[in-house]
């Protein structure tokens, strides 16, 4: 409060407490009577002021702004003058060029999504996504189109909310937060899409948490993987563990269903530092051994001043694996047992005018999706991969508020055949 202000009322009680002294020392006349009877009525009056004033600060929300989700925050209820439909969507398009092969260079409009969310009352909404990805999609185009959340989410206290219905999971840094402007680098980190499998979506029910203190509390049951998906004979398992199996709402398997958990703490200005767990059965009763898949991660972000840092680490498991490979031996792919990856990043606000931003980056990579095998005898055991290491300078340009210029370089450490350039637009609404 102004300190000039505040010393107003103060001198008011000063006068008015004297005036009542003076008064009950001294013979009082009508008209001092009267003068105190009304001194005595401005003081319950302003004593009954300073109740309400106290009252609708205890009332005024202190809770911290949650970081921007796709198109909607976790716990934020819309203002009466909000508009009760909103639409909203990114989009993104990539030039890849390999330094060894310009033949096999492409162009391609990775996906465009498209949001609509509708709120029915102060605490009940609904959040709808639809993604198109690489621009066409039929059964002779690579395309496709899936739906990447429609949840229902009521806020049933100032503090919590609970959602149901087909929502990303909480965990590392992307997978909630995953549009061209949200990220550096025209490509998603591939600890986040080879381990992480973003964007990642389940069907269930969650309990979301904002807490006065800075916490974010996330916590639920939902679909899982289906391990019976697994396809021996492709790649895809090599390129991403739980990217092979994952099942998208799509006729899940739910014979099994996983819990899940997440913690971010934003108590301290321009600091997150978070962790989050899943874990769920895979087999379905599909197969005459069970097997359970648990992913976990722990990350942090640091904005100093101009600085942009972040880090993150995340290790997945499979179990009983051996007895699930016996029938796939002989194929080009089998089930690690355990598959992990990290990474370092760096920002630096260089320019910035106007509505014109530069900030370039680097960022360190190591991950391994299959760093282990369960044991199956002598010469059936698959050998565990090289972790392969990617370096990534580039730096994005922002030069419109949700638009976005990206280029970088990448190198591979293992398969060099895979360095090349990027160059991407992207942005988001």
Do not use: C
């Not at 391609?108 to 996504?129: M, N, W």
């Not at 913690?263 to 599909?286: D, E, K, M, W």
């Amino acid at each position: 409060m102004n300190k000039k202000l505040s010393r107003t009322p103060l001198l008011h009680t000063l006068s008015l407490s004297l005036m009542l002294a003076i008064g009950t020392a001294q013979a009082q006349t009508p008209a001092e009577q009267e003068l105190l009877r009304r001194v005595d009525q401005l003081a319950a009056e302003l004593a009954k002021l300073r109740t309400e004033l106290a009252q609708l600060q205890q009332q005024a929300p202190t809770q911290p702004s949650a970081p921007a989700t796709s198109i909607a925050a976790l716990v934020e209820p819309a203002p009466a003058a909000q508009a009760r439909t909103v639409l909203g969507g990114y989009a993104e398009l990539n030039y890849n060029r390999p330094n060894n092969n310009g033949k096999d260079a492409q162009a391609d409009l990775r996906r465009l999504v498209l949001g609509v969310q509708h709120r029915f009352d102060e605490k009940t909404k609904i959040v709808t996504e639809i993604e198109v990805e690489h621009a066409v999609a039929s059964a002779g185009d690579p395309g496709e189109v899936a739906i990447e959340q429609a949840y229902v989410e009521h806020q049933f206290h100032p503090n919590w909310a609970l959602r149901g219905g087909l929502f990303l999971m909480p965990m590392g840094l992307l997978n909630e937060n995953h549009e061209p402007t949200a990220y550096y680098g025209v490509e998603r980190n591939f600890v986040e899409t080879a381990i992480i499998p973003s964007t990642w979506r389940e069907g269930g029910i969650q309990l979301v948490g904002q807490l006065d203190s800075g916490w974010t509390l996330q916590a639920g049951i939902a679909t899982g993987f289906d391990l019976n998906k697994w396809d021996a004979a492709s790649s895809e398992g090599r390129e991403s563990p739980l990217g092979a199996i994952h099942q998208e709402l799509a006729l899940a398997r739910s014979r099994d269903l996983a819990l899940f958990g997440a913690a971010n703490y934003r108590g301290i200005p321009g600091l997150l530092l978070g962790a989050s767990v899943f874990s769920g059965q895979a087999t379905h009763g599909q197969q005459a051994a069970s097997s359970r898949i648990t992913l976990w991660d722990l990350h942090a972000r640091w904005t100093p001043g101009r600085w942009d840092l972040s880090a993150l680490y995340s290790r997945g498991s499979i179990s009983n694996t051996a007895a699930l490979n016996m029938p796939l031996v002989g194929g080009d792919s089998l089930i690690p047992a355990r598959f992990d990856g990290a990474y370092l990043q760096a920002a630096y606000k260089l320019w910035e005018q106007g509505s014109y931003v530069l900030k370039p980056f680097a960022r360190w990579e190591r991950f391994n999706t299959a760093s282990r095998y369960a044991e199956l005898g002598a010469g059936l055991t698959p050998e565990a991969s090289d972790s392969e290491r990617v370096v990534t300078l580039g730096a994005n340009f922002e030069f419109a508020p949700g638009v976005v210029l990206k280029a970088d370089l990448q190198r591979f450490r293992l398969n060099k055949d895979l360095n090349r350039v990027n160059l991407g637009l992207g942005w988001s609404f």
